[in-house]
């Protein structure tokens, strides 16, 4: 029998585990972020995207790693964009991005819808009869219009500086990075919402366990043993966010009947504000917020908890068939209101 | 103690494991292609890119990687086609690609280029004063000619019809397709070429093994045990390339004392042409071409065995410091070369 360790805290992880080389370079771009954000009272919002790594050497060969494409968290960072938010955009290395997410190189490559034009204004596909000098590349017409407005949004945010970029790859660097991110966001106070969009690792390897080189296959079975990664919602909560931050986490689950009560023990276990429930399955089209009931309005209710239950469950869904409508729009919408409602409830005490 | 399995054999595994539900509607559109090019008497190359992965739930939240960007296999497969091959690029979804890889979302964004001309021909990076009817959106000055490069090249080979692409994501998918495209292109007996430059795993679970939803946390620590993947360049060389493709496989290692050896005992053991051998660390600059000797000129030397190695080592090195300079046109280059030998020793006996 395997030997039992101990369960990592989050306290006994740092003190353990390695800070990533580029930390101290990241961080000191968040500071400077952040107080251009606070000079121009924005409200600023941390959206963590894409999957964490587990390395299982030094020399990584092989890693454990969490299916994510990043959608979820680069859509959600344009909608906030939109909505006049400043973005800090978490995310996994090559993971999806806000506005280029929409020209895939895989499902919609940019290539396709480039045209050479030759020198004598004729369209054409092929420049073989041109000199290179007198070739323009122009947008394929059908194209354009979308195009025009991504290209748009994009030159406005950065223009306005309101998008700041960070990457991490695996769970380690990810930790290290959250917690020294947030702690920077809470000096916005309650103006900091925190979207915890990324597919966090939830086990991981300790340096102390790695093998620095390859693992060399031909040696029958692989047997891998991993250690839990602490829980960090907790110490994000109870301090790394100065306890005024909005957080949101997200659940998801294969079986649907686990959905909902994990969301809540999630929520009961932690305190913060809104756990957003997704089924694997039904993500793109359906989502279940849940959240405390008297979080809901800035008025307290006379509810009597013997009799109803704490937790709102807030369902969200849109037609899974119009190709138009991404469900991040309306998730977006219902956080901006819901964070109005914390920001002014500033002077009320929060349970 | 865990009850001992007996290896899979690629017999075996073909057996218990399922195809991909893709593979029917792949296999005829490589049957297409092959097709073709055998009219248009072209050579082939099959160029596998990028890491396969092996998934621990049926419902996949979490799975096992293998480090690779595609960055070998989009480049090599760009100067295939630049040296007139036909290619079929079976890559891991979402991976580099030939010509868009030069412009990562992450590294180099093509948004970051493009500029919107407001309809008085005055260039803004804004267009916010006029319609969007008569914006156009452009390329930046410096870019464009880099840009005009690869998309020429993109659209000539679009036009030609030589690049067929094929995706896949777990190594079982892998699997059933290297074999069932082998098995097309061993039609074009000794014109086919396999550049097998994929990161494959070598554990998997087997379906038998594979839990259907997501493994739960909070039950300590995860133990996983994974079963070897079997070996398939013995059945690709001996079988389903039908025993006359010019074969190179990749090994990749950490530890530099281990490559040679290691490079060696792969050529002995699957007798295939070629094996290029690098360092994780130096591959961007540096590689090894294992093959055996006699393979290397088409008139055979009087070598005794005795005293000289059966096995050329030919190192293959560019300037790490020449930003402009790709190691895959070099790699590409000696493999044409050994190559035409080969479709030239169709009438000499081969050992």
Redesign the interface.
């Known amino acids: 029998m395997?030997q039992?360790?101990p369960?990592f805290s989050a306290e006994s992880y740092f003190s353990t585990q390695l800070p990533p080389s580029s930390l101290e370079h990241d961080i000191a771009g968040v500071k400077e972020f952040v107080r251009r954000q606070k000079e121009e009272r924005r409200t600023v919002v941390l959206v963590t995207s894409g999957g964490t790594?587990v390395p299982l050497?030094l020399?990584?060969?092989?890693?454990?790693?969490?299916?994510s494409?990043g959608t979820r968290g680069a859509t959600s960072a344009e909608y906030f964009l939109k909505a006049g938010y400043a973005v800090i955009f978490m995310h996994r290395?090559?993971s999806l991005?806000p506005?280029?997410r929409h020209?895939?190189?895989?499902t919609n490559?940019?290539?396709d819808f480039?045209e050479?034009e030759r020198g004598t204004d004729q369209l054409s596909?092929?420049?073989s009869d041109s000199s290179?000098e007198s070739?323009?590349?122009?947008?394929t017409p059908s194209k354009?219009?979308h195009?025009?407005e991504?290209?748009?949004a994009?030159?406005?945010v950065y223009?306005a500086g309101t998008l700041h970029t960070l990457?991490f790859v695996t769970v380690n660097d990810y930790l290290w990075l959250l917690r020294a991110v947030s702690q920077e966001l809470s000096v916005l106070r309650r103006k900091a919402m925190y979207y915890l969009a990324a597919?966090v690792?939830?086990?991981f390897l300790p340096r102390q366990k790695m093998s620095?080189?390859?693992i060399q296959?031909?040696k029958?079975?692989?047997?891998?043993?991993?250690?839990?990664v602490p829980k960090i919602l907790k110490p994000m909560v109870d301090d790394w966010t100065g306890k005024d931050g909005f957080i949101v986490s997200f659940k998801?689950?294969?079986?649907p009947a686990l959905l909902v009560p994990k969301a809540q023990t999630s929520l009961q276990r932690y305190g913060h504000q809104v756990v957003i429930g997704n089924d694997?399955?039904r993500r793109k089209f359906e989502v279940v917020f849940i959240s405390r009931k008297e979080a809901l309005t800035s008025a307290s209710e006379g509810t009597s908890f013997e009799s109803t239950p704490p937790y709102a469950e807030f369902w969200l869904k849109i037609d899974p068939h119009d190709p138009s409508k991404e469900i991040e729009e309306d998730i977006v919408a219902e956080l901006v209101k819901r964070h109005e409602v914390w920001i002014a409830g500033a002077e009320a005490p929060i349970n």
């Open positions: 395997p039992s360790t369960l790594t050497e020399n990584v060969v092989r890693f454990l790693d969490n299916f494409a290395q090559f991005q506005f280029s020209y895939s190189h895989s490559p940019f290539l480039l050479i596909p092929v420049a290179p070739s323009q590349i122009c947008v354009r219009k195009l025009l991504i290209l748009t994009y030159k406005a223009a990457t597919a690792s939830d086990f620095e080189h390859k296959s031909g029958g079975s692989l047997h891998i043993e991993m250690d839990q998801l689950e294969t079986d694997l399955n």
